[in-house]
């Protein structure tokens, strides 16, 4: 069973509008939440956290928004560009229950039409 | 080196065939994970290696996948008796233990059973 689900195998956005990903969990024991952007054939690369502490994370384009009480988050990417288009992956972690490897979703694949 | 280096990129094996794939992480980082990503699938965990500690194996599917870490650095991941269902990317990552955000993934090997 999928603890980190991304029920959105694809998104299409036109260039400069805003892109949402949205993850769903349901390990209550997660307390740290990852994105993670991939282009084919390169390994993936962290995009942005948020701590279970905090309810919104902003890094430039990109803001990570997190709901605990529906075990939701999304990832914002506003204007989005052509070069957004990747594979991006939700990840939970657990820290504070031991060193467990990140847990990701199946990801959602972005396309930016110029 | 200066980022996690896999190889090889591709690999073509007959079905029955054992495989080695092998993973050069970044100097230093004292933990290791193997995962995998199957055609449709999110990255699926593996194995990780953290520092000293014993593994943890619990995400490896059969008997037929084992790994080792030798002095604390370079990995290799063994598939026996290679099936069809075992054709996927194997992602390798390291980090400073207890540093989710600090995941470098390599760019993966492509295995393929025919």
């Known amino acids: 069973d999928q603890q980190v689900k991304q029920n959105s195998p694809s998104l299409s956005v036109q260039e400069g509008r805003i892109s949402i990903l949205n993850c769903d969990y349901t390990?209550?024991?997660?307390?740290?939440f990852l994105w993670y952007k991939k282009y084919p054939a390169e390994g993936p690369t962290f995009l942005i956290s948020?701590?279970?502490?905090?309810d919104k994370n902003e890094d430039g384009r990109f803001t990570v928004f997190l709901n605990k009480s529906a075990k939701h988050l999304s990832l914002h990417i506003v204007p989005s560009q052509p070069g957004d288009s990747a594979v991006y992956f939700c990840?939970?972690?657990?820290?504070?229950?031991?060193?467990?490897?990140?847990?990701f979703g199946k990801g959602t694949r972005l396309s930016v039409i110029a | 080196g200066a980022g996690v280096s896999q190889s090889p990129s591709n690999k073509v094996t007959e079905k029955g065939k054992d495989v080695e794939l092998r993973c050069d992480p970044i100097?230093?980082?004292?933990?290791l994970y193997w995962y995998r990503q199957s055609l449709g699938q999110g990255l699926e965990f593996l194995i990780y290696?953290?520092?000293?500690?014993?593994?943890?194996k619990s995400g490896l599917p059969s008997d037929r996948f084992s790994a080792e870490r030798t002095g604390g650095s370079v990995s290799t991941l063994t598939i026996q008796r290679t099936q069809q269902e075992d054709s996927a990317v194997y992602l390798c990552?390291?980090?400073?233990?207890?540093?989710?955000?600090?995941?470098?993934f390599g760019s993966g090997t492509r295995l393929t059973v025919v």
């Open positions: 290696f953290q520092g000293n500690s014993a593994p943890d």
């Open positions: 948020i701590s279970s502490i905090k």
């Open positions: 100097s230093g980082h004292t933990a």
């Open positions: 990552a390291s980090s400073l233990l207890g540093r989710v955000e600090g995941y470098t």
């Open positions: 990840a939970a972690s657990a820290p504070n229950s031991g060193n467990t490897p990140l847990v």
């Open positions: 390990n209550s024991m997660f307390d740290y």
